[in-house]
Nanobody, 123 residues
Framework: QVQLVESGGGSVQAGGSLRLSCAVS????????MGWFRQARGKQREWVSY???????VYTVSAKGRFRISRDNAENTLYLQMNSLKPEDTATYYC?????????????????WGQGTQVTVSS
């Protein structure tokens, strides 16, 4: 059974940092496209970043230069380091895995999802 469990969310002031983790079981992160998405209250879920099997990393415009996606293959864990956080980054953050095919930012192409972790950034 595939499980993705996020952690590391919390409340921080603008300008602060958080590191999100996504522990994966029943699935090998190094052989998958892994992504981070987020959903703010009242808005649709949006893609934030992904890392491909070849370690190619791509970010949405708002995350580029502030966030960094990575993975620890030995720990089978995905990470999202978030720096210079802004109030507009407030959302529930989800990790997701896509099996097969090229990495992309389409929510519908990801097969497995975590339950989410809340990030709140105050001004």
């Amino acid at each position: 059974q595939v499980q993705l469990v996020e952690s590391g969310g919390g409340s921080v002031q603008a300008g602060g940092s958080l590191r999100l983790s996504c522990a994966v079981s029943g699935y090998t992160v190094s052989r998958s496209c892994m992504g981070w998405f987020r959903q703010a209250r009242g808005k649709q879920r949006e893609w934030v970043s992904y890392i491909s099997m070849r370690d190619v990393t791509v970010y949405t415009v708002s995350a580029k230069g502030r966030f960094r996606i990575s993975r620890d293959n030995a720990e089978n864990t995905l990470y999202l380091q978030m720096n210079s956080l802004k109030p507009e980054d407030t959302a529930t953050y989800y990790c997701a895995a896509r099996s097969g095919g090229d990495c992309n930012s389409l929510e519908s192409s990801y097969n497995h999802w975590g339950q989410g972790t809340q990030v709140t950034v105050s001004s």
